[in-house]
């Protein structure tokens, strides 16, 4: 079995699938060598013309003008390995059938939803800016600001975890998770036991996987052994993988989320997997981040939840049944929180319109953590006019790193920031994979959204944006200690231990592809 399910992983494998491509390619080229040399001339340009169709359909995308230049740059030198290429992982937007379906849920469960006007026109007195960042938002996603509310943050999966235990032991109605990865081991296996129990008394429990991120960990077929626990355990695989087949390969589902009885809900960059509360080292430390909401927010994840479930699952649920009871909260709530999703099926990258939004509104200072910094020019740019502005930008990056392409990949994003006076950091304990923002004490993101292509084009996402909610004094506490355990990359000790190379230029101009 586990010989099966890593030929299975292998098999899925974006560089094993490239590879095959490039294969092909070269086979190509050594046939029409050997073969048919007096005719290949012939043969190439009229695959050179067969494949205009392809980049005249890119140029007419309205697509981020990066994402074109990688593909048109591809195609036009390798027609055959470009063009194949471009049919398997080219597609930005999810095929017809499940863009139907999410559409069709979204109408039915989006439309209860509204923005009280009298929470909008408090934030908008507070700070007239952001308010209009929170319109965009709320006008692209649908998704409310809300008040009232409690956010609780956690530094590291290792907080969350016992949190989530606890939260999840006192549900009484309903259980929905929804995540990228669940692997077998500690975290998952406590997780699971309560969920037998809790359903074997009547609560509804709900979980959606995807299929990509969990295809090396899970056994095919664990939806059904899930469901087979009780009836009260219902399963979604989201995006089942068809290896060379499947069409949406590109469109996973990288959300994390927890609902509790439409009162309680967890959101951020943890996974339900051991290394991601150090239950197991991969990559040294693991450094996460998540929020626990309490209060009416919870609406919205609870919307996000079911309009993905019903989209592929119908139960004809009524949203109004799970709206969430006033709470009786020991300490007075304050500040602002908007749960967003973010989706390809709007054609809107909302995940990097609000990182922008963040980095252009500040005056003092944004700190960022993030896995991965694969970044395309509008946020370079924001970047490094914030930085000459005088704010001051801070990025923290791994120190030990997950994949080692993009980690290189990274690393040649840092020369044009620093030059602008962007300080970066290096985790020096291990690695980071937290997806945070927080700027001038006020404003702040934790969710699940990467900055890279993948994360912000093409995954569904999910945060939860904040404005002068008081853990956001715990969210640059946590950053400020990150970096204090981290490495600080200079222009100077950078050009010590790494040396750019033409390797890195082609890494950046196919960044868009990775």
Known sequence: MKFKTQIRKISLNRIFITGILILIQVVWFLFFFFHVINYSAYIGTALTILSLPIMLYIVNKDINPSYKISWLLLIATLPILGGLLYVFFGGKRPAKAMANKLRESQEVYLTPLSQDKEVFGSLEKENKRFSTTCRYVCDTCGYPVYDGGLVQYFSLGDDMYPVLIEELKKAKHSIFLEFFIIANGIMWDSILEILVEKAKSGVDVRIIYDDMGCVALLPKG??????????????????????????????RDHRKIVVIDSSTAFNGGINLSDEYINAEVKYGKWKDTGVMVKGPAVYSFTEMFLEMWNAFRKENDDIENYRPEPADFTEKPAGYVLPLSDTPLDNEPLGEEVYLEIINQAKDYVYILTPYLVIDDDMKSALTLAAKRGVDVRIVTPGIPDKKVIYRLTRANYVPLMCAGVRIFEYTPGFVHAKSYISDDKIGIVGTINMDYRSLYLHFECGTLMYDTPCLKDLKADSLSVMEDSHEITLSNFKQYYKGTMFDAFLRVIAPLL
């Open 222 to 251: 664990y939806n059904k052994y899930l469901e087979s626990l009780d009836p009260n355990i219902k399963c979604i695989v989201f995006n089942p993988v068809v290896p060379f087949f499947s069409v949406v390969m590109n469109n």
